[in-house]
C-alpha cells in the first residue's frame, strides 16, 4: 500500500472552513465535473494551473504535502514552545508532533498518528483555531 502523501479532500475542505487560503498548496486534487463515472485524481498544482483547467469542467482543491503543513507551522510558540517530531512507539508505529518547553517535559499541544501527515494536520488545525497560523485576510 502506497502511503499518504497528501491531506484528503475532506481534510482540505476543513481547512477551509477554519478560513485557512489553501491556494499555496503543492499539488491539487481535480474531479472531472462532466464525466459519471469520475473519480478525485491527483496532479502537481502548478500544472494544473499552467494548464489553465475550466472550471465549467473540472473541481480543482489544493492540497498539502507533509512540507507544505510543516512550513505553515511555526517553529517557537510564545517564544517558550518549540515544535518537535518524534516517533512515540516502535511496536505501534506512531509519530507524535508536539510543541513543547525545551528541556521540561511541558507540552502545550501534542498529536500522534500512524500517519505523520495527519499528526501534522491536527496539528495545524490547533494553530489555527488558536491564533498561530494566520486565517484569510488577516
Not at 64 to 92: A, F, S
Amino acid at each position: 500500500m502506497k502511503s499518504k502523501q497528501v491531506l484528503l479532500v475532506e481534510q482540505m475542505t476543513h481547512l477551509q472552513e477554519l478560513g485557512l487560503d489553501t491556494s499555496d498548496g503543492s499539488m491539487c486534487w481535480c474531479y472531472a465535473l462532466s464525466y459519471k463515472n469520475a473519480k478525485w485524481e491527483l496532479e502537481i498544482y502548478e500544472d494544473v494551473i499552467n494548464q489553465k483547467r475550466d472550471s465549467a469542467f473540472w473541481e480543482i482543491i489544493p492540497t498539502y504535502t507533509l512540507q507544505d503543513i510543516l512550513d505553515k507551522l511555526p517553529p517557537i510558540i510564545d517564544e517558550v514552545y518549540w515544535l518537535t517530531l518524534e516517533v512515540m512507539d516502535r511496536r505501534k508505529n506512531e509519530w507524535k508532533i508536539k510543541y513543547a518547553r525545551i528541556n521540561a517535559e511541558h507540552e502545550c499541544a501534542s498529536f500522534s498518528s500512524e500517519k505523520l501527515i495527519d499528526a501534522a494536520y491536527e496539528m495545524l488545525c490547533w494553530c489555527i483555531k488558536n491564533g498561530y497560523v494566520e486565517k484569510e485576510g488577516k
